[in-house]
Each structure stands twice: as C-alpha cells, then as structure tokens.
C-alpha cells in the first residue's frame, strides 16, 4: 500500500456511523448504531497521524495502543489489528460501543485540535466484530504459575483483571452475585447500546484463557471474604456499587416509582422488554419521567420509549450544557422524541387513591455560581412550583456501595461513603487483597473501572511473583 502523507491524511474526512433510523429504533430494541464497513474502516484508521508523543493512548485508562492498531487497520491488516487490540483490552467490542472516547482517548488526539479526531472507538468496535467473527479466541498460555486468584464481581473490572491475570499464567475463579455474568454490562446497558450477544462472546474469550467463573454467590452472605482469602493467592473485589440514591422526597413509596438500578435490570437482566416477559413484568406508563442527567438516566428514559411510554420525559435540574451524559447518547434521545426539561427539580411525587404515581410536583431552578465540580449551581426560583402529570418516575441519580461484603469482613478499611479504600496500585488494608471500580471509585464509568482491573492484575502479578 502506498504510504499516505500527513497532508494526504489531514484531507480524509471523518466517517459517520450508520444508524437506525429514530423513530423505528424508538419502538425497538435492536442496536441503534449499525457498523462501518471494512472500506469505510480502512479509509478512517488512515486519518491517523501516527504521532510520536500518542496522546490517545496516554487518554486510554487500559492503555490501548492506538496508533499501533489504527496502522494495521489502515493497511487492511485485521487480524493484525485484532491482535493488539485482543492483547491490550479484554473487552474490547464493549469499550467500543460504551467508552466515553470524547473525553478521553478522541479527546487527546491531534486531529481534533484542526478538525474531528479519529474515530477511535468506531474502529474498536469495528476491529473487536470482526476478531469474534473471524478468528479463534486466544488460548490460555502452556506456562501456568501454579497460583490462583478469586475475582469478586464479572462487572468490567473483574472480567478485565480476569483476562489479564489469566494471559500471564494464572489461575482465575470470577464470583459473580447474579445468576449471568457481565455485571453492569448486562444489567444496566440496554440491549439498543450493548447487545447481550457482543457481552457473551467477550465471555467466552475470557473462558478460552482459562477463566472460570462460578455465577449465584454473594459475597457476603454465601461465603465471606475471609472464606475466599483462606483459600486463593491473592483476590480482586470488583463487586460494584450496586446501591441506588433515592431523592429523599415525599411521594417515593408510591407505586410506578423506580431507582433506576431495578428499573434497567427488569429490562436488561430479566427480560422485561420481550413479548413474553418472563414472569417479570414492568409497570408501562403512557408518561415517564426520570430523574437525572447521566447516562443511566439516558438508558431509563430511552429504554422507557422502547416500553411504549407516549412521553418521555427527562427532569434535569441543570441545563442542557452541564448534562454529564455522553453527547451521542442525548443526540440519539432527541432524535428519539424523549423531552428535556431542564432547570428543574422534584419536590414530591403524588399518588392517586389507588397508590399509584399520577404526578410529580416540580420547581424551576435557575444557575448560579460554580459548585466544587466546576458546574454551576442550581438554585430554586421562588414561587415557580408546577405539577407534571405521568404514571411512572424513575430516579436516575447514582448509586453509592453496598455494604453486603464490606460488613462482613470488618478488618477491610472503607471511606465514609463506605467504598473500599484502596491505594495507587488497586491494594487495599488486607495483604493480598486489591479492589477497583464502583467499589473503590463510586459510580464511574466501564473504562475506569477496566483501568483499575488492568492495574490491579499487574500488581498482583508482581505480588504473587515476589512470593515465588
């Protein structure tokens, strides 16, 4: 292939992702995003630069390398291209789909100072597809090391520092709470985001290393960390922070009110949203409205579209400017004709005489100075209350540690939010114990907790080395 000049380069416009059209995709589940050909794949990879200092890779928690895999993509190399990208992110057809990469990785690369940046996590997505649907997974390495090591919780975390721990010889045993692996993955990304089939096969890649995962244990209660040290080298808690924040509001007892964590997980995890539901129904209101401005209040009102809701509503107390919501995810909601309504906060949930949710009661806020996460902050009109009718309500507002493992071993130090404390290198007070994620970072992101996986496996790698 010839060699393309900067210049040549700078000249290639950037790709757009085929899509669903709005109104269909709003009725169904399906993915919304469709794919890029292999032609459209090779002519983006070829608008990277390939600079010196690789500022993306510095912007990736698991340190992908990026313009290493983006060249062998651009010369048509894809089994090349796979196997960088399989080497550095066990998950990498998730991260593609989900992985805020504006921020981080799209976000650093220089193309965007003059322009639009590579479209890195299209071409993740694009390369992980096509490793699944064209080559073997990895096999676990010949060498073992004859120690092994339990990971608690299959969340990203987990199953990224499962990967890792198993390519470097290992013996891996994942503990996982719910009766299917995948965690967040699968319980709290819809099926529209992150197909179930695309978390399946990252599995499976990580089952061909030698990873063994045992589902319906809750740490805990089923067995205690101290059970689990007595019996393995070393372990890594990634059970997330699976305990959802309520308003703390009058009205948040009635029925059709939701946190948005059993709202998605009858959806996602129990399968709500089929025509057959499974035995586990969710109440459909013709009027949703959802509390929240992340991604997870995204996933609730959009997912609520899906379920036949006639209006969906997002309540925001800020603007549109401060949502933390991936941009594409807000993109996708408008043009999926879920309502905003920004500068606004709940004051009380009413019910009807049947206990049912008829209303939510709200008052209009208006910015004003900057609080400590740098947005402003929202302070209440006088005199601006305002009812809003709706059947259902759903309370997107995070979610904060559960302390079903931490209660059960006293002697593992947590903060006054009750997260793990844990230090640089994922170790936390117990020797031999290293935790990452939700668990020790709160609510973040998959990526982040996948970094933390990703350290974790090489410290304890070097921690089971160090007692060889």
Same mark, same amino acid.
């Given at each position: 292939m010839t060699e393309l000049s900067s210049k040549e380069r700078m000249a290639i416009s950037r790709t757009t992702m085929p899509e669903q059209d709005a109104i269909e995709r709003s009725a169904n589940f399906k993915e919304v995003n469709l794919g890029l050909t292999a032609e459209w794949a090779i002519r983006e990879a070829q608008r990277c630069l390939g600079c010196k200092k690789r500022p993306c890779v510095d912007g990736c928690p698991v340190n992908?390398?990026?313009? !290493?895999?983006?060249?062998?993509? #651009?010369?048509? !190399?894809?089994?090349?291209?796979? #196997?960088i990208l399989r080497a550095d992110n066990a998950l990498p057809a998730t991260t593609g789909r989900v992985c805020p990469q504006e921020m981080q990785c799209e976000g650093l690369c220089v193309r965007g100072k003059r322009g639009e940046p590579v479209a890195v996590g299209w071409l993740e997505r694009f390369v992980a597809d096509w490793a699944a649907d064209s080559l073997e997974p990895d096999k676990a390495p010949a060498d073992k090391s004859g120690f092994n090591v339990a990971v608690i919780g299959s969340g990203p975390g987990g199953l990224t520092a499962a990967g890792e721990l198993a390519r470097k010889g290992h013996g891996v045993h994942v503990f996982e709470a719910l009766h299917d692996t995948g965690g967040v993955l699968r319980y709290g990304i819809p099926e529209f985001r992150l197909p179930k089939g695309i978390v399946d096969k990252e599995v499976e890649n990580l089952k061909a290393l030698g990873v063994e995962i045992e589902c319906n244990v809750i740490v805990g209660r089923t067995m205690t960390l101290d059970?689990?040290?007595n019996e393995y080298d070393a372990v890594f808690v990634a059970n997330g922070a699976g305990l959802p924040m309520f308003l703390n509001i009058p009205g948040e007892n009635l029925k059709g009110v939701y946190s948005a964590n059993e709202y998605l997980t009858r959806v996602n995890l129990m399968g709500a949203w089929m025509d057959d539901p499974c035995g586990t129904p969710i109440a459909r209101g013709k009027r949703v409205v959802v509390f929240g401005g992340g991604n997870v209040a995204m996933d609730s009102v959009r997912t609520a579209k899906r379920l036949g809701s006639e209006r969906a509503i997002i309540a925001y107390r800020r603007g549109r400017e401060e949502m933390p919501a991936r941009q594409e995810e807000i993109k996708h909601a408008e043009e999926e004709q879920v309502e905003f309504l920004f500068l606004v906060a709940p004051l009380e949930i009413l019910g009807d005489d049947q206990g049912w949710v008829r209303a939510v009661r709200l008052q209009k806020m208006e910015l004003g100075e900057p609080d400590a996460s740098g947005r402003r902050r929202p302070q209440a009109v006088p005199g601006s209350e305002y009812e809003l009718e709706c059947d259902i309500a759903v309370v997107a507002l995070g979610t904060v540690a559960n302390p079903l493992l931490t209660s059960a071993t006293p002697a593992l130090k947590v903060d006054k939010w009750?997260?793990?404390?844990?230090?640089?290198?994922?170790?936390?007070?117990?020797?031999?114990?290293?935790?990452?994620?939700d668990i020790v970072r709160g609510g973040a992101t998959v990526i982040l907790a996948m970094g933390d996986g990703k350290r974790a496996a090489q410290s304890i790698d070097a921690y089971l080395k160090s007692k060889a």
């Open positions: 992908v390398r990026i313009p !290493d895999f983006l060249e062998r993509l #651009a010369e048509g !190399d894809m089994a090349g291209a796979a #196997a059970d689990i040290v009750g997260n793990i404390l844990a230090e640089e290198n994922q170790s936390t007070s117990l020797p031999g114990v290293y935790a990452g994620g």
